[in-house]
């Protein structure tokens, strides 16, 4: 089977590009063609989330099946929280068989924060046993229990990674682990603290890391300074400068997403001037609409 796209793009060493789409709750497919109808074009693959904060929603393997039947290549995200060692190959050759090339190794957020707090979690293996699984099918042609499997899985892998995580000098370390276990590509968490995102990028473009690995940063538009005061305080793992608060906050409320939409393409701009970074992830919070938008003013349109 050939390389995706994506794999193309980043082989190339082209600044590639990639937006999220989150499944809907409940079994409509048309959210999904919506949603990819929006992005088809202005973006080298789509992430498909995988219950993301912990909320049911249709299926990964499922939303990205219909984003192939509209000529958009996905990236399935996989979660560890939810399945064991067997449901997760299974799924993992099974997504392989609709067309699907890429996958995104996550641990999942916790169940207890989610819609169903009273769900067990199952953490059978975590993302790294994840992503090291995946390259072993993939190169082995063999299963975790040594089965040779009449057809590998040959998935582009990728795994997720946050710079602005404590304590700041484990955050290369860990990224060197998910170079090693397999990983091609990491999607970095939502950048704001460019100063920080930096110096990690620094660190691991001196370790080589970033030969090993393509690195795509995370962005998200803040729409208010609400928002970014809520992400500041109540979202675990991001680190929002006082200086893009206060200026969110100097700004007038009609005028606040527009001013957020500058940040980000200057957060974009300063991306891809930094050495070892190989693209942008766009994160929109059910915003698609925006990434048309955004990809052009950043002058990364039209795409390869």
């Not at 920080?196 to 970033?210: D, S």
Request: proline letters at 5%.
């Amino acid at each position: 089977m050939s390389a995706g796209k994506l794999q193309e793009i980043l082989s190339q060493g082209k600044f590639a590009v990639t937006a999220e789409c989150g499944p809907p709750r409940g079994a409509n497919a048309e959210v999904v063609w919506k949603k990819g109808a929006l992005l088809k074009g202005y973006v080298d693959a789509v992430n498909v989330t995988d219950n993301q904060t912990a909320i049911v929603r249709m299926s990964s393997i499922a939303a990205c099946a219909h984003l192939i039947q509209m000529g958009i290549e996905p990236v399935m995200q996989m979660v560890t929280r939810d399945r064991n060692r067997l449901a997760l190959q299974s799924d993992i050759m099974g997504a392989y068989s609709l067309g699907i090339r890429n996958i995104l190794c996550l641990s999942g957020d916790h169940q207890i924060f989610g819609s169903q707090p009273e769900a067990m979690n199952v953490w059978d293996i975590d993302c790294m046993h994840l992503i090291h699984t995946v390259k072993d099918m993939r190169e082995t042609g063999k299963d975790m229990s040594g089965f040779a499997l009449d057809e590998p899985p040959k998935m582009f892998i990728g795994a997720a990674e946050n710079p602005f995580a404590d304590p700041f000098e484990f955050r290369v370390l860990r990224l060197a682990k998910k170079a090693a276990a397999g990983a091609n590509f990491i999607q970095t968490q939502c950048i704001y603290d460019i100063a920080r995102f930096k110096e990690w990028i620094h660190v691991a473009y001196e370790q080589g890391l970033t030969e090993q690995v393509h690195i795509l940063g995370g962005v998200t538009p803040l729409k208010s300074a609400g928002m970014a005061n809520y992400m500041a305080t109540k979202v675990a793992g991001i680190t929002i400068p006082e200086a893009i608060i206060k200026r969110l906050e100097a700004t007038p409320k009609e005028k606040a997403a527009a001013e957020g939409m500058k940040i980000c393409l200057e957060t974009i701009q300063e991306l891809r001037e930094i050495k070892g970074v190989h693209g942008v992830h766009i994160m929109a919070i059910e915003a698609e609409d925006k990434v048309p938008e955004i990809v052009k003013l950043a002058g990364l349109y039209p795409r390869p």
